[in-house]
């Protein structure tokens, strides 16, 4: 256990929390498993499609900080995640009041000559550039595969601009081949703020509550008044300033584990916030333990019992008929680590079943290593064993089990929805991922998955005039046997 | 030393993929690090207005996925077991193998495995297009390259008023469906088979075999397809019509169909009498909004800027020029034009009319071009055809923004064009509604 915050690069996920990219089975099972072992062993595929890597997932949360500025060292086409999260950006920006303008973006564009000579004049150059155009409180320099490859002393130069432009200049190493688990770029950008950015606290905030998140809409601020407490959104739309005092609050809540947990726990183990150990707050179970936990760290637990108990009166005649109109209904999903267990908390409490489920990776454990906070344990306890995947976003294998499955809604978190429409299976990619927390997140999950099954004709009509780019071969064997190698 | 680069535009040359999945059930397979081939997805099909995987791309895309193992070890075995699951599993025609950086820097021998499959008669390429070779452009080139050398064989007989188009590039058009259906559209009216090898109907392996069947070839852009053109003519002798202006309106429509008639040996006559049909129509719509679109009152813009690619700023501004009666302010060309054609480009935006000609800046650094806008005398407020990425010096210089050119993000393109008669009605159209959305 540790978050070691002297080496510039972050310890891998697969070293740090034994996490493989490949299962399938019982989830129960799998579970026992975890806690017997550090590792189970990663199952290699014969084919595979493509996948995330570690320098986009760093993107997602470096380059929405609202006054710092990325520079990515590499190729071009590294950047080709750059112009939708320039969409996002916007997008949140205008949701939230703020300055809408382009993400503070720079790439070296490494070409054939830096491949031979090294890129470091270009590094030097964008950084300059990247202070004189954007004006950041601080830089962070993401690496790519090639930028490796050919060995540019990336920290040494990071180093050296700092002291000559005077801002912090954070080297983040993320190049893909290093990590066959792509959530290890959340994990490097966050090494790199815990690192450089956040400063050890001038005085506790006790009302002030970290939440780990996304791009979700605001739904903590409701929740947090009524126990007296605000929340403080991290990383994206904050800024260079507000980061450094992260510190300061009084705990850290997450919503996603595989977001969140290098970050959360290494709070905790150097900052000293409190991370709050629980399942994550979807479905009644989960939320339940999840504020009861909070009220436990901040002492506010009348205050909780209270919000619990009015807000279970309030959706309980709404979420009747909700799980009266969706009883039976069949579920597959298709999402990451931790939110991927959380929709299925959802469904379940919302009376579906699951009809199969495809998870882009599993992390042993957390980085707390406390199992109040593992999410797998939580839907097996409360919703009983199940069937898992563990697929790294293998559209092959998703689309054979879902057609296999045949379920009456797809409900993505990434990727895959394009096939479910192929297949004539309605379904939804949730982009917002407060949609569905607490109580609330129940009704409007159910709101959402009635309106979508309620009137299939689009799917239908693109389903009866499409084929899939699989063969028929593929399609009649078993989803899972080319992992391990078969096939 | 090449440009750093604010606002990327063109991305690295593994974008071919998008070239491969425009034809028809052709299949990439990408021997490259994990990332690469979904960020290009990102990037030159959902950024390019919303469009999606298409039949084979997107997250069904095979890929070798390299790790650190392969880094150090070489990965010519993964992609062997790639190649022989992607047959198994991927129901396609056609088969063209791209390398990544990863692939490139540690020295993969992909021919060689590449030939084993051809060995046994399967439809399959490969082209080496590490993204720091080169933009997307140059990864278009050198898969078109890839087909002709590995993959093409010689024709019976040419097929007298058979072309093939090298025309709008997957992807980086983000119009290049619509476009190149109008482009065949128009040779169609004058009596012409075009052969335009990406999109719906255009016919996959089969329209590449017909590639060496064609009476000409021609390419419609000021350099893109001009290699491939080359490299057709010396391998089957094959001619070819280099038309640099991709037609937009009326006066650019009317001598593209003359040019391409009198290369063809057709009857002028007849195209004379088709361009004058297709005119009268064009300026019946033209002429029934005419008052509206000379009006001052809304700050009907005068002068432009092009943010695009050669081929679109080309075409744009000579559209802009000789049909609308506007001014060119500065042209901003994007790609990475190689060195050997930048004269002919910057050449080809003088004497847009006669006495209007275009000063054309090359940079794919927006924060170069953002500074050299504001640089620039608005007094009247200009209109910016760019990008997504160019929505922000627009409203610096007070301009009137539209995307046309990758990325676009705030567009849904499905079979919308800017070629033809029909293409310079759309962008009228898309000017003036934009205007006017913005006055409410």
């Known amino acids: ?487 | 030393m090449s440009e750093i680069i604010q606002g990327p535009r063109h991305f690295c040359a593994l974008g071919a993929q998008q070239t491969v999945t425009s034809i028809e059930r052709a299949i990439p397979i990408v021997h490259a690090g994990p990332g690469c081939s979904a960020k290009l997805f990102q990037a030159m099909a959902c950024s390019a207005g919303n469009q999606g995987a298409g039949y084979a791309g997107g997250d069904s895309i095979p890929c070798s996925n390299m790790i650190e193992r392969d880094v150090v070890f070489g990965g010519e075995d993964k992609l062997r077991s790639l190649i022989e699951g992607t047959l198994k599993i991927m129901d396609g025609d056609f088969f063209v193998v791209l390398t990544g950086c990863t692939a490139d820097l540690v020295g993969d021998d992909v021919g060689s495995i590449v030939r084993e499959f051809q060995d046994r008669g399967i439809p399959i390429v490969f082209a080496e297009t590490g993204g720091f070779k080169g933009d997307a452009y140059k990864g278009h080139e050198l898969v078109l390259q890839a087909i002709i050398e590995q993959h093409l064989q010689a024709a019976a007989v040419k097929q007298q008023g058979f072309v093939n188009v090298f025309a709008a590039v997957p992807g980086h058009d983000p119009f290049w469906e619509g476009d190149l259906h109008e482009l065949k559209r128009l040779l169609n009216s004058i009596g012409l088979r075009a052969n335009i090898l990406f999109g719906y109907g255009s016919g996959g392996i089969d329209a590449l075999n017909a590639i060496p069947a064609a009476e000409f070839n021609l390419v419609v852009s000021p350099y893109i397809g001009l290699k491939a053109a080359q490299l057709l003519e010396k391998k089957f002798g094959t001619p070819y019509l280099h038309y640099p202006v991709l037609p937009i309106g009326a006066t650019e429509t009317g001598k593209f169909l003359g040019a391409v008639g009198d290369f063809a040996g057709i009857d002028r006559k007849f195209i004379d009498k088709i361009i004058k049909n297709k005119e009268d129509e064009y300026y019946h719509y033209l002429s029934r909004s005419a008052d509206f679109l000379i009006e001052s009152r809304y700050n009907l813009p005068k002068r432009f800027f092009n943010i695009n690619d050669a081929s679109y700023a080309l075409a744009v501004s000579r559209f802009l020029v000789n049909d609308m009666g506007y001014i060119p302010a500065h042209q901003f060309i994007t790609e990475d034009v190689p060195a050997e054609f930048r004269q002919d480009v910057a050449d080809y935006f003088q004497e847009l009319a006669p006495g209007i000609s275009s000063g054309v800046t090359f940079s794919q650094d927006g924060g170069v071009i953002n500074e050299a806008i504001q640089g620039f005398d608005n007094t009247t407020p200009p209109l910016l055809l760019g990008s997504s990425w160019d929505v922000d010096v627009a409203d610096w210089v007070n301009g009137i923004h539209l995307s046309m050119g990758l990325p676009i993000t705030d567009r849904l393109i499905l079979y919308h064009t800017y070629v033809g008669y029909r293409g310079g009605l759309n962008l009228v159209e898309d000017i003036y509604t934009k205007l006017l959305s913005l006055q409410g």
């Open chain 1, 1 to 487: 256990m540790g978050i070691n915050l002297q080496d510039p690069v972050v310890q891998l996920r697969e070293v740090r929390l034994g996490s493989i990219t490949g299962y399938a089975g019982s989830a129960a099972k799998l579970y026992e498993k975890s806690q017997q072992t550090t590792t189970l062993g990663e199952q290699e595929r014969s084919f595979s499609q493509c996948i995330s890597c570690s320098a986009n997932q760093v993107k997602n949360q470096l380059v929405s900080i609202r006054d710092a500025a990325v520079v990515e060292h590499g190729p071009t086409g590294c950047s080709g995640d750059i112009p939708g999260r320039n969409l996002v950006s916007r997008s949140g920006r205008k949701q939230r009041n703020l300055p809408v303008h382009n993400l503070n973006y720079i790439s070296t564009n490494l070409d054939e000559n830096d491949m031979i000579y090294g890129g470091r004049d270009k590094l030097e150059t964008a950084i300059r550039e990247a202070k004189r155009r954007f004006d950041p409180k601080a830089i962070f320099v993401t690496t790519t595969c090639a930028a490796a490859i050919i060995g540019d002393d990336v920290a040494g130069i990071c180093d050296m601009m700092e002291e000559d432009i005077g801002i912090p200049v954070v080297a983040i190493f993320c190049e893909g081949f290093r990590s066959r688990v792509w959530a290890t770029g959340f994990d490097a950008a966050y090494h790199g703020i815990l690192r450089k950015i956040v400063k050890p606290a001038r005085q506790k905030q006790p009302d002030l509550i970290n939440i780990i998140n996304f791009q979700g809409c605001d739904v903590f601020t409701d929740l947090l008044s009524r126990l007296g407490l605000r929340p403080n959104y991290i990383v994206p739309y904050t800024t260079v300033e507000q980061l450094a005092h992260i510190s300061e609050a009084a705990a850290t809540l997450q919503i996603c584990n595989t977001l969140g947990t290098y970050l959360a726990a290494g709070l905790e183990e150097h900052f000293g916030v409190p991370e709050i150990k629980a399942p994550l707050p979807y479905g009644v179970a989960g939320t339940d333990a999840y504020l009861r936990e909070l009220g436990r760290v901040v002492h506010k637990e009348a205050a909780v019992e209270q919000l619990i108990a009015d807000e279970k009166e309030r959706i309980a005649p709404k979420l009747e008929q909700l799980r009266r109109n969706l009883a039976g209904k069949k579920a597959f999903i298709g999402a990451g680590d931790g939110h991927g267990h959380s929709i299925l908390a959802i469904i379940e409490e919302l009376g579906m079943q699951l009809a199969g489920s495809c998870i882009w990776h599993h992390d042993l454990k957390n980085d707390n290593g406390d199992e109040r906070s593992d999410e797998l344990k939580h839907v097996i306890t409360h919703y009983g064993n199940f069937s898992i995947g563990i697929c790294n976003k293998q559209s092959f294998e998703l689309v054979n089990l879902m057609n296999k499955k045949q379920p009456d809604i797809y409900i993505a978190r990434h990727t895959g929805t394009i096939w479910a429409t192929k297949l004539g299976i309605p379904s939804f990619l949730m982009g917002d991922e407060h949609f569905g927390l607490g109580y609330q997140g129940l009704i409007n999950y159910g709101e959402l998955i009635l309106d979508t099954i309620s009137n299939p004709a689009f799917v239908k009509n693109i389903a009866a005039h499409n084929k899939l780019p699989y063969t028929d071969w593929w399609l009649a064997q078993e989803p899972f046997s080319f992992l391990g190698g078969g096939c």
